[in-house]
């Protein structure tokens, strides 16, 4: 989840644009084959916010937002991390109490839609989901203040099938650094090493997207399992703090893990970033409050979204097309290498770059990775089979520890 | 008439032992009927719908694999006592509401499954019936979470589904105090029993196969409780109005309803859910269960150690004082038979409250309920009413709350 209203994002504003990018009839045959035979993981998606009205149904296709069933089927998603979030600043018991209520949603529309969906906990189960033609439902925690510090409410996600926890998100929690606050843990504590210890027991991922830098190279000391940077991309391309270095990218590669790219303009682009100011984001703010009400997430993101492309059209931020995301895959490629990068694409909680407004899009992406001469098998590592190797590799690691169940 | 002549040879007979046994600590003569009922109880499924052993989880000194000096539940004694199947409670003060209760309930639940981890040699956790069959198949203790109390899931149904989801497999509607959707038994009534969401709660527990279980709640909680459900209901820990008139305890009316629909009382062993006479001299003595809960929080605050020690201290003190009466065992196995003899054989279980209660000489804890076993046994009681009573009773409602479940999920 990028807050919209911090880092504004971007795209364009509407169908004239639209008819400029890369239709599916542009895929080609091959890429259609290669796609639809693989299984693409997507390892964050803020969809979880939508189901919290009690009206969206991840069922019909819907006008807005990018991810629904239809959607998802449309553009070959095989594996989806619903990502379980609330903002940084709610904790305590307060928090825990919102965050179980976003893992019911998520197993409610799994119960929902049990011929499209099904719960998976471990990377065998999506390989099942796969085979019987279903899309695997995983869920992700972006947030270690989501735990309350308490090894007991970590346990119980893992219990109820949550498979990843972010260590924090934009701000510090009490126990680890965020990349988007002021240091004060001088990166993980010691507590935070035991939440890393507890979560390779449990065969939870380690994600190190959002964690400040020493917080990532704790991680990287303590983690018997590698760790993943779910949804962040190339600082070398887009100096935002939520993306990774080369060299951590270098590190978190020798480790095993895996970089999965964010689609999110302002990470994607430096342009983007100068042009997304303070002021057009206090701007943009005050247009989505105008349509939402302060805790409707799901609003907010939609608005925030539809808003940002507004602004687009009157040439306030710049147009970032999709194939920045495909310069980052392929920066990553050559940094870390080709076992190492995946897709974390941020659907439904960031501003998606023009041609990649939902997962109907997801073939460009393949298509564009064979057309700059990847082998059939890369692109299938880069789609998913690189994320499913480290969730192979958690589950080991965790069964070497006694662990979870 | 075979039973008549049974029981009341193995009643004369009993009484002879226990005096014997009181003059002079001689061991039970091991006659052809104890040697039945030793067979018969170690070789059942011998399910305990509530133990609040929970709790002490979370004390230094306690550890569940050793033979502990007090308390009422450990596996040696549990092994001992042929005791396979257990309900663990999580229970916080009924005061407790909103997110807080959530997490205080999350911590209970941990501790349950964290127990059961390290444990895994004697103990698994178990969702099913046939789960706990299986588990006894293996030689393994089935380990079971109730929650006590409807406040824990903080006024949100989610919460409850997400309880569900973390191996709850049922909920009492409410504790000592009316929450926010159920009236209890120990409370000035605010809602005239369930309220509406209080039904959509019961509804949801069916849908989810959570056994709904109306211990605590008042009468009228548990009349809506018992006209909503769509599986049978549980008393995990109540005993028999009829014998000891407390509001804890089940009238005989709402007994027949309750096996009207299918559902099983667990008898409570609380003396003062079992024995007129205690509860009579309790509640001079203290003002009732519940303000006797409220002195000793008053001086232990959380630490319910320090709880189970005060009030143990000053119930000792009572009894040597003649303030209090002795109350035996056997006022268990008459509750049982009172019920059975209501209701038959198919609607009567166990509901200690190990742990959480204060329990009558002779049953000091769980090593000691092949007692139960041979008084039935004495009583004239066939080994298949007996076996009901000691869990399968328990397994049948399981399994129907299952079937609802597995039935309103494919709507």
């Known amino acids: ?405 | 008439m075979t039973r008549f002549r049974r029981c009341f040879a193995a009643c004369l007979c009993l009484c002879g032992v226990l005096v014997a046994g009181s003059r002079l600590s001689a061991p039970a003569r091991a006659d052809d009927i104890t040697e039945r009922a030793k067979k018969l109880h170690f070789s059942s499924i011998v399910l305990d719908t509530h133990d609040d052993t929970t709790q002490r989880f979370f004390s230094k000194g306690y550890d569940i694999a050793k033979r502990n000096p007090d308390g009422h539940v450990d596996i040696p004694r549990m092994i001992d006592g042929g005791m396979n199947a257990i309900f663990f409670s999580i229970w916080i003060d009924g005061r407790i509401m909103g997110p807080p209760a959530v997490q205080k309930a999350l911590d209970q639940i941990d501790a349950v499954h964290e127990n059961v981890r390290k444990n895994s040699r004697d103990m698994v956790l178990c969702r099913t019936a046939a789960e706990v069959r299986e588990a006894h198949k293996q030689g393994k203790i089935a380990a079971l979470i109730g929650v006590e109390g409807g406040h824990m899931i903080g006024n949100d149904i989610r919460v409850l589904r997400m309880f569900g989801d973390l191996g709850v497999r049922y909920m009492t509607l409410s504790h000592f105090y009316n929450d926010e959707w159920a009236d209890s038994s120990t409370d000035k009534p605010v809602h005239n029993g369930l309220t509406d969401f209080g039904k959509d709660i019961v509804r949801e527990m069916n849908r989810q196969g959570i056994m709904v279980d109306i211990s605590h709640v008042s009468d009228k909680t548990f009349y809506d409780a018992l006209e909503v459900s769509k599986a049978p209901l549980i008393a995990s820990h109540s005993s028999c109005r009829a014998l000891c008139n407390h509001v804890r305890d089940m009238s005989d009316d709402m007994i027949k309803a309750l096996a009207a629909k299918g559902g099983v009382i667990q008898i409570n062993y609380e003396r003062s859910f079992i024995d007129q006479a205690y509860k009579d001299a309790s509640d001079k003595l203290t003002g009732g269960v519940v303000a006797q809960f409220d002195l000793f929080k008053k001086e232990c605050g959380d630490d319910q150690e320090c709880f189970g020690r005060k009030m143990a201290e000053k119930q000792k003190q009572a009894m040597e004082e003649g303030k209090l009466p002795h109350v035996s065992w056997e006022r268990i196995i008459d509750h049982i038979d009172h019920a059975v003899k209501l209701v038959g054989a198919e609607h009567v279980g166990l509901g200690s409250d190990f742990d959480g209660a204060d329990m009558p000489e002779g049953m000091e804890d769980c090593s000691k309920l092949p007692k139960i076993t041979e008084a039935l046994m004495r009583k004239g009681y066939t080994d298949e009413d007996i076996r009901k009573i000691l869990g399968g009773n328990t397994l049948r409602v399981m399994e129907q709350t299952e079937k609802v479940s597995r039935e309103l999920q494919a709507q």
């Open chain 1, 1 to 405: 989840m990028v807050r919209t209203l911090l880092t504004a994002g971007i795209v364009v504003s509407a169908a004239a644009f639209l008819a400029a990018t890369v239709t599916a009839d542009d895929i080609s045959a091959r890429a259609k084959k290669l796609h639809f035979s693989s299984i693409v993981v997507d390892t964050h998606d803020d969809t979880t916010q939508r189901f919290l009205d009690g009206k969206f149904d991840l069922g019909p296709r819907s006008a807005t937002g990018s991810i629904d069933i239809p959607r998802m089927k449309e553009g070959g998603l095989g594996a989806i991390f619903f990502s379980i979030w609330i903002p940084s600043k709610v904790t305590g018991p307060e928090a825990v109490n919102r965050a179980m209520t976003q893992i019911d949603a998520v197993r409610e529309q799994v119960r929902a839609h049990p011929q499209d969906l099904m719960l998976a906990t471990t990377a065998a189960e999506v390989r099942e989901a796969r085979k019987q033609g279903k899309i695997a439902a995983l869920m992700g925690v972006e947030g270690g203040h989501m735990i309350n510090a308490n090894l007991g409410v970590l346990r119980s996600y893992a219990a109820l099938g949550v498979r990843y926890m972010t260590l924090t998100h934009s701000g510090n929690d009490e126990w680890a650094d965020s990349s988007t606050d002021k240091a004060v843990h001088n990166g993980l504590t010691d507590f935070g090493k035991d939440v890393v210890r507890e979560m390779n027991r449990l065969g939870m991922i380690v994600d190190i997207s959002h964690v400040s830098d020493k917080t990532f190279y704790d991680v990287l000391e303590t983690s018997k399992a590698p760790p993943f940077a779910s949804h962040s991309s190339c600082r070398a391309i887009c100096d935002a703090p939520r993306n990774m270095t080369d060299q951590m990218m270098k590190d978190l590669a020798a480790k095993g893990g895996v970089v999965q790219i964010n689609y999110h303009v302002g990470f994607l682009n430096q342009e983007y970033r100068g042009k997304a100011t303070p002021e057009i984001a206090k701007e943009l703010g005050e247009e989505v409050r105008k349509h939402c009400a302060g805790d409707d997430e799901g609003c907010q993101l939609i608005e925030g979204e539809r808003i940002t492309r507004e602004f687009v059209a009157q040439g306030k931020l710049p147009k970032v097309e999709y194939t920045a995301i495909i310069e980052h895959i392929e920066h990553a490629v050559r940094v870390a290498g080709i076992d190492h990068v995946g897709l974390g694409s941020d659907f439904d909680g960031a501003n998606m770059p023009f041609g990649m407004e939902d997962a109907t899009k997801l073939p460009k992406i393949t298509e564009a990775l064979l057309q700059k001469g990847y082998s059939e098998g890369d692109v299938r590592k880069i789609l998913g089979e690189n994320t499913l190797r480290v969730m192979t590799e958690v589950e080991r690691v965790s069964r070497e520890l006694h662990g979870g169940k």
